[in-house]
């Protein structure tokens, strides 16, 4: 735990680093003041994602920078799986193949995206990948589900299998369908109905929405496992926490069916999903009023449970009504503000959703296997400072990604009332949160733990 801590402070630290607000620290670091490739060309005074000039760079360093946090925060979700589930010399391999896998895909995503973009790190990157497909075929041979929340946590993994293989489908067809690919996602910038035409722009919807919301689920579900369901509730009279399982299988297997389905038929299908996921959701939101735990944990279920609805569903639902059909949203076809407001709702909207799973396990960690904040009160603080900073921000991000008016791109939006007053203090308050608990690690774990390596 304190390793796989210690890697996303890293990671994520790095990311932050190279972004506008730090240029002046990065540059005295000795980094570059512009990326080659970054998605700012002062040349047009845009945002090019797309930019034939550095071979879609871009395209290709963001693909890497989200596998990278993706397969971090799925190693950590492997250790709290791992240490519940697996009889011990099954989990020491699984924890040690993680680590190794975890370490091979981020070294090699930060090599390939900044230092050196050459056929060695893409292989490299891909083997990590390969490593943790082996890891969930060891874990689907040694984990036998015995009851209803079992049963949901085993089909999250078995739906993750199904959308590693869609990745590695989508990744290894990119390299012959290159060019109609990226026409796909410049057509999709303005209008997805053109670019799902396209039969691997299909697959990558298909695998990325699968991928992110069956990984926030399969943490969800172990969550729910530390703070122990109270079996004698029932919400409404109806919802029992059996009938609840049973509504969270069905609606986790409905919405990854429909994600998958996209590949395969497109716009029908992607009608589906967003009533499976609300599906999904609204059992796992009454399963987190069930729980017996009233500390940390158990607020931070009911939290964040909250939070998917209010700063995920709901403008989701807006921005699919108004892509089909504008309503909200509707300027010129081709007018520059799409350019604006697609990059504000998509980097946006995944962003609430990779936090949303870091601040889950960040929860988790404090509260399990021992329950830290009940042993110094800086934990809690840090704890609930992170709580309240993710609640904030995920709200807020919303006002900046739908109710800000759309105009002139700008390389530094930072300057924006809600970016400014609200987004980027509530995320200082996460950050200071989350540092207060990593050195209680670093403190109370790692260097007694480093020091007795050397001994």
Not at 124 to 151: D, M, Q, Y
Not at 197 to 221: D, P
Not at 267 to 293: C, D, E, N, Q, Y
């Amino acid at each position: 735990m304190f390793v796989v801590a210690t890697i996303i402070v890293l990671l994520v630290g790095f990311f932050i680093l190279l972004s506008p607000p730090f240029k002046v620290i990065r540059t005295a670091l000795g980094l570059p003041e512009e990326l080659p490739g970054s998605r700012y060309n002062s040349t047009v005074g845009a945002t090019e994602i797309i930019n034939e000039e550095y071979e879609n760079f871009y395209l290709a360093r963001i693909t890497f920078v989200y596998h990278a946090v993706f397969i971090t925060l799925l190693y950590a979700t492997i250790i709290v799986f791992s240490a519940i589930y697996l009889q011990e010399y099954i989990r020491n391999l699984v924890l040690d193949l993680s680590l190794i896998g975890t370490l091979i895909v981020v070294i090699s995503s930060v090599m390939y995206s900044y230092v050196d973009r050459s056929f060695l790190w893409h292989g490299t990157f891909l083997s990590g990948l390969a490593i943790f497909f082996v890891i969930a075929l060891i874990i689907l041979l040694n984990f036998k589900p015995k009851n209803l929340l079992e049963w949901n946590i085993w089909l999250s993994g078995i739906l993750l299998i199904i959308g590693a293989i869609w990745g590695a489908w989508l990744g290894s067809s990119f390299m012959s369908y290159r060019h109609e690919y990226v026409e796909a996602l410049i057509l999709s910038r303005y209008n997805p109905d053109f670019a799902e035409e396209n039969f691997y722009w299909r697959i990558l919807t298909s695998h990325e929405h699968a991928m992110i919301a069956i990984a926030l689920t399969l943490t969800f579900f172990l969550g729910i496992r530390i703070a122990r369901l109270d079996e004698s509730k029932a919400l409404l009279r109806f919802f029992t926490v059996k009938r609840i399982l049973c509504l969270t299988l069905v609606g986790q297997l409905f919405m990854a069916v429909a994600s998958y389905a996209v590949t395969f038929f497109g716009k029908i299908a992607h009608l589906i999903i967003t009533p499976a996921a609300i599906l999904l959701i609204f059992g796992t939101l009454l399963l987190s009023f069930m729980v017996k735990r009233e500390d940390i944990l158990g607020w931070g279920l009911k939290i964040g449970n909250i939070i998917i609805w209010i700063a995920v569903a709901l403008p989701g639902a807006i921005v699919a009504m108004s892509l089909r059909r504008p309503i909200f949203f509707n300027p010129p076809f081709r007018d520059p503000v799409w350019d604006w407001a697609e990059l504000a709702y998509n980097i946006g909207h995944w962003h609430i959703l990779l936090t949303t799973w870091g601040i889950a396990l960040l929860i988790i960690y404090i509260s399990w296997p021992e329950n830290l904040t009940e042993r110094n009160k800086f934990v809690k603080i840090g704890g609930w400072l992170s709580l309240i900073g993710f609640m904030v921000a995920m709200v807020c991000i919303n006002f900046y990604m739908l109710g800000n008016p759309p105009g002139k791109y700008s390389p530094n939006p930072y300057d924006n009332i809600w970016l400014k007053f609200l987004v980027e203090p509530a995320l200082s308050t996460m950050a200071i949160g989350i540092a207060i608990i990593y050195l209680f690690y670093l403190i109370k774990i790692g260097l007694p733990m480093i020091k007795d390596m050397f001994k």
